[in-house]
C-alpha cells in the first residue's frame, strides 16, 4: 500500500489544523451554519437523524493493519464500538459529537488517514477492485493509477466545487469488479496492438434519481495523457453542468443533454489545448508512486493446491463450502485471497464492531503481510493468504463471525443504513435485509438458487446499488408510510440497469415477494448456468411481476 512523504503528511496535519479551528468558530457561533456546512462537507461531515456522521476515506480500499487498529479505537472513544462500510470502500461513524471530529481526524493522522473529500461537490475517493495487484485475471495493478487520481485531485484548485459530487473508477482486470460504467468516469486498463498501456474511458454513468449507463468515449487513451483527459472532462463538465437544481446536476445529466458526440467533441476541444502541458504523466511520476507503494515479499511456491489444504477439503463439509465461497484465485503460485464477510445472519451488511477490527488486524498480520482491503460490496478481503494456511485460518474467522460461506449468493446483501441513521432516507433498510436473512438462511437451499446480488438503498440515491442488482430494492415514501419498489434483472458488468416490476410493496411483504421472484426465476431456468440475469433477459419481467402481485390481488391493492 501507498506510504505518505512528507507532503502527504503535512497536508492531513494541516487540515486537521484548520478544522479544528473552524469548528471552535462554528461551536463559538462565529461562523454561521451556512458557512460551515461546505467546511464540514469537504471534512466528510455529516448531519444525520440521530448524530452527525463522519465519513473517512480507505483510498481505493486499502487498510494497513495498524490502520484498521487506529479505527477500532475511534469507534470505541468517539462513537459506539461499531463502523459501517460503505459501498465507495469508506468506512462512516454514525455517532461521534461535533466536538469531538477534529481530535478524531488528528487520531487519523496519526496513521495517514483522513476524511478529506469524502463528501461536498468534489472528486470523492477513487475506487478500484478490491483484488488489485493479486488478481489473477488482472493486466495492471489500478491502484497506481488510484493513488495518482488522489495526489492529482485532492484540494484541486478548479474542482473543489463542481456542479454536483465526481466519482472514479479504475479496474486493471479483465473482469470488471470496481462497476466502472455506472460511474461518473470509469477507466479500465487497456493495452495496443503494440503492448502500449493507457486506458478505456467511460463517461456520463451513475445510479440515483437518474440511472444511466456511461459512455465510451475513448477506446485508448494512452498513459501519458491520463490527468489531462480527466482535467478536461471536469472543465467540460465545471462549464456547462448545471448548478440551478442539484438533481440535473450531475454530469450524466450534461453528457445526455449534450448529447454524446457533442460532449466528446468539447473535451476533445479542451484537451487538445492542455494535453502537452504540465499535466503530463511522466514514466519517472509513476515510478515514484510504485515506489512508495509497499509491496509484499512473497514466498516461491509450486503451482497446485497443498497438500494439507486438500486434505481439511476432504475432511470437512464446511470448510470446503467456505473455501469455494470465500476464497479467490491469487496471481502468486501458493497463495490465496480471502473474502471475509460481513454479512452474518442477524447482522446489517456492512457493520463491524471494534473487537472484529482488532481482530481482522491481527489475523491481517499473523497470516497475511498486514494489509486489508475493503469491497464495495461491503466485505473485507485478506489479500495474501498461504493456501496452507487455510485450514488454520478457517476456524479463526468462523470464531470471529467472517466465515458465513454466501459470497455471490442471495444473503451477501449490500445495503445501505436506510431510515435508521441516513437524515435522506425515505425507508428503512437494515430491516429488510433482516428479513430476507431469516427467509433464506438455509445454505444448501442458497446454493441451488445460485449466484444472485440483491442490494437495498433507502432512498433514490441509491448509496445501496440497487439498480444493478440481479433484484433491487429501493424504499420510497407514500404519504409518510415506508414502501419498497423492487426491481429486477439489473447486473454490474456488463452493466445494465435493472426494470421496475410493479407498484410498491409494504415491509412485510417484501420477503415474499423476493421469494415469489425466485421460484418464477427457478421454474424458468434452463439449467444451473443459466443465471437470473439471462432469464430476465429472455423472458422479460411479466412472468415475475405476475407472481409477486397475483396474492390475494396486490397490484391493485398497491396501485
Known amino acids: 500500500m501507498y506510504q505518505y512523504d512528507h507532503v502527504d503528511q503535512r497536508i492531513v496535519d494541516e487540515r486537521v489544523a484548520q478544522f479544528r479551528e473552524q469548528t471552535r468558530r462554528f461551536l463559538a457561533g462565529l461562523l454561521s451554519e451556512d458557512d460551515f456546512r461546505p467546511l464540514r462537507l469537504q471534512n466528510g461531515l455529516y448531519i444525520q437523524r440521530h448524530a452527525p456522521m463522519l465519513r473517512v476515506a480507505i483510498p481505493y480500499g486499502v487498510l494497513s493493519s495498524r490502520q484498521l487498529r487506529q479505527l477500532a479505537h475511534i469507534s470505541r472513544r468517539y462513537d459506539k464500538s461499531v463502523g459501517h462500510f460503505s459501498t465507495r470502500q469508506n468506512i462512516q461513524f454514525n455517532w461521534p459529537s461535533l466536538e469531538s471530529v477534529p481530535d478524531i481526524l488528528a487520531d487519523l493522522a496519526q496513521v495517514q488517514m483522513h476524511a478529506i473529500q469524502t463528501s461536498g461537490n468534489c472528486v470523492r475517493n477513487t475506487t478500484t477492485d ?14 497506481i493509477y488510484c493513488e495518482l487520481i488522489r495526489q492529482w485531485s485532492t484540494f484541486h484548485p478548479e474542482f473543489a466545487f463542481l456542479p454536483r459530487k465526481f466519482k472514479i473508477a479504475v479496474n486493471g482486470a479483465l473482469e470488471d469488479r470496481a462497476a466502472t460504467w455506472v460511474h461518473d468516469i470509469g477507466l479500465h486498463v487497456v493495452r495496443d496492438s503494440s ?23 475513448r477506446d485508448f487513451l ?83 493446491r497443498p497438500a494439507v489444504l486438500q486434505e481439511a477439503l476432504d475432511a470437512s463439509h464446511a470448510f470446503a463450502r467456505w473455501h469455494a465461497r470465500n476464497v479467490q484465485a491469487h496471481k502468486r503460485d501458493g497463495y490465496a485471497s480471502v473474502v ?13 464492531t471494534a473487537e472484529q477490527m482488532d481482530l481482522v488486524a491481527s489475523l491481517a498480520d499473523e497470516f497475511g503481510f498486514g494489509e486489508i482491503r475493503v469491497s464495495h460490496e461491503q466485505n473485507l478481503v485478506l489479500p495474501d493468504i498461504l493456501q496452507a494456511d487455510l485450514p488454520r485460518l478457517y ?18 446483501m449490500i445495503a445501505c443504513p436506510g431510515g435508521d441513521f441516513c437524515s435522506l432516507a425515505n425507508a428503512r433498510s437494515i430491516p429488510v435485509a ?9 445454505l444448501d437451499r442458497l446454493e441451488s438458487i445460485g449466484a444472485l446480488d440483491l442490494n437495498i438503498s433507502g432512498c433514490m440515491n ?35 440497469l435493472g426494470k421496475v416490476i410493479g407498484p410498491s410493496l409494504e415491509q412485510e411483504d417484501v420477503p415474499d415477494a423476493v421469494e415469489a421472484i425466485i ?4 421454474g424458468l431456468r434452463r439449467d444451473e448456468e443459466d443465471t437470473f440475469s439471462e432469464v430476465v433477459e429472455r423472458v422479460g419481467i411479466e412472468p415475475f411481476r405476475s407472481r409477486v402481485y397475483a396474492s390475494e390481488g396486490r397490484e391493485a391493492l398497491y396501485a
Not at 397 to 411: H, I, K, W, Y
Not at 519 to 522: D, G, I, M, P, T
Request: aromatic share 8%; proline share 6%; glycine share 12%.
Open 130 to 143: 478490491h483484488f488489485a495487484g493479486v488478481a489473477d485475471d488482472e493486466l495492471e495493478d489500478p491502484r
Open 195 to 217: 503492448n502500449q498501456l493507457g486506458f478505456r474511458v467511460i463517461v456520463g454513468g451513475g445510479l440515483g434519481r437518474t440511472p444511466m449507463v456511461g459512455v465510451l468515449v
Open 222 to 304: 494512452p498513459e501519458v495523457h491520463l490527468l489531462t483527459y480527466l482535467e478536461a472532462i471536469l472543465r467540460v463538465y465545471n462549464r456547462y453542468g448545471r448548478r440551478d437544481n442539484k438533481h440535473k446536476a450531475r454530469i450524466k445529466i450534461l453528457v445526455k443533454a449534450m448529447t454524446p458526440e457533442r460532449f466528446i467533441q468539447e473535451v476533445e476541444e479542451e484537451w487538445a489545448r492542455i494535453k502537452d502541458g504540465p499535466g503530463a504523466v511522466l514514466p519517472e511520476e509513476v515510478e515514484r508512486i510504485r515506489g512508495r507503494m509497499q509491496y509484499p515479499a512473497y514466498q516461491a511456491h509450486s503451482p497446485g
Open 340 to 352: 471475509l464477510s460481513l454479512k452474518a445472519h442477524g447482522h446489517a451488511p456492512g457493520d463491524i
Open 395 to 412: 476456524p479463526l474467522l468462523r470464531e470471529g463471525g467472517f466465515a458465513t460461506p454466501n459470497v455471490g449468493l442471495l444473503t451477501n
Open 434 to 442: 433482516q428479513a430476507i436473512q431469516d427467509r433464506f438462511d438455509d
Open 462 to 496: 441509491s448509496c445501496g446499488h440497487h439498480h444493478v442488482g440481479h433484484i433491487g430494492i429501493l424504499g420510497v415514501d407514500k404519504h409518510g408510510r415506508e414502501f419498497y419498489q423492487i426491481t429486477i434483472g439489473g447486473r454490474q458488468a456488463p452493466a445494465r
Open 519 to 522: 421460484e418464477v426465476y427457478l
